[in-house]
Structures are given as C-alpha cells and as structure tokens.
T-cell receptor
C-alpha cells in the first residue's frame, strides 16, 4: 500500500515568488492535513481538508492557501514568499475520525 | 504557556537502556494521545495511539497516560541504535469533525553502542 506522497522533495525559491506543493494521500483516505515544521516553532498546523472542503485552518497569514481535489489529492500554495517561510512542509492523511495520521516525507522549501 | 510541553533533549543513552520520554499538556479537552518518531529528513511516523489513562504496550514501546496529571510518557525498553530519532508527542483536538494535531517540540534521542 503506497504511503503519502509529496512532491517535490526539495524546492528553492526567491523572496516574492509563489510556490505550489502537492500531496497524494493514501488511497481511500479522504482527510488531508498540512503542517509546517521549523527548528524554532516545531510542527504547526496549517489546514485540514475533507471531501474538497477546508474544515480547519491554523494561525497562518492568508498567503498560505490550499485546496483538495475530488480524488483527495491536495495542493498548498504560498504566495509572496518570505525568508521565514523556509521550512519542511508535511502532508498527512487519515482514514477516518479517531484514526492516526500518516505523514509524507515532506517538501523542504528554501526561500533565498 | 504552550498547550503541550516536551523536554527537547537531546537525550543520549547507551544501547540496552530504558528510555523515558515525557510530555505535559494544559487543556483537559485533549482525550487522545499519539507518539510519533521522526528520523532525519523523513516525515513523522506514528508509533503509538492511545485514549485511556493507563498503559498501552507494543513490543518494546509502552505509552502511559495520566489524565489527572495531564502527563503522558513513552517508554522504550532495550533501546537500540536504530531508535535514534526525534520523538514527538501529538494531541489531536477536535472541533466537531474537524481536527488538528498539537505537537510537542520533540525530544532528540541518541542511542550509543
């Protein structure tokens, strides 16, 4: 059974640019969440999608957005990149309520 | 005060030692508790998922929850060099059907030969 797949694995962008990250959840998992991981702040929740609807959003500026497609695949977008957006972005999926989350290996974004 | 507190370590132990990793939390609304292991350059991997107060065992790993003290622990018996990783406690919070994980800062563990 394939795990959560995130692409690309590494990305280098310039300040002011925008970026789109992709996540394919485990087959059959309809809930997809995104997290940002940095050395200073640890893992912080960005948003959760279920059946193409955003169900929950963390405390991030509006430059961070996401969406989910009918096949449960998800993308997140960061516009007007700042140096502080450099982080590991992790996607997680789960089968249903009260189930554990399975994480992908993440996309390492570096903003220069 | 952070919702979830975890000693960041690093923690260095010899092979075969018993390791104790701990988190405290402040919000009694947390009812489920998870432990994740994260190797360098990898995403977190779910180790244990528990709900009740008390102990839950899985091989060399034991998760312990004390809801009255808002204190959770992960014990690793007979630690191995392959256990060297960062261990994160994670508490799911639910608002209706929406959920999010609140993570501890993670404890970096090094098991030496």
């Amino acid at each position: 059974k394939a795990g959560v797949t995130q692409t690309p694995r590494y990305l280098i962008k310039t300040r002011g640019q925008q970026v789109t990250l992709s996540c394919s959840p485990i087959s059959g998992h309809r809930s997809v969440s995104w997290y940002q991981q940095t050395p200073g702040q640890g893992l912080q929740f960005l948003f959760e999608y279920f059946s193409e609807t955003q169900r929950n959003k963390g405390n991030f500026p509006g430059r961070f957005s996401g969406r989910q497609f009918s096949n449960s695949r998800s993308e997140m977008n960061v516009s007007t990149l700042e140096l502080g957006d450099s982080a590991l972005y992790l996607c997680a999926s789960r089968a249903a309520e009260n189930y554990g989350y399975t994480f992908g290996s993440g996309t390492r974004l570096t903003v220069v | 005060q952070k919702e979830v507190e975890q000693d960041p370590g690093p923690l260095s132990v010899p092979e075969g030692a018993i390791v104790s990793l701990n988190c405290t939390y402040s919000n009694s609304a947390f009812q489920y508790f998870m432990w994740y292991r994260q190797y360098s350059r990898k995403g977190p991997e779910l180790l244990m998922y528990t709900y009740s107060s008390g102990n839950k065992e899985d091989g060399r790993f034991t998760a312990q929850v004390d809801k009255s003290s808002k204190y959770i622990s992960l014990f690793i018996r007979d630690s191995q060099p392959s256990d060297s990783a960062t261990y994160l406690c994670a508490l799911p919070g639910y608002t209706g059907t929406a959920s999010k994980l609140t993570f501890g800062t993670g404890t970096r563990l090094q098991v030496t030969l």
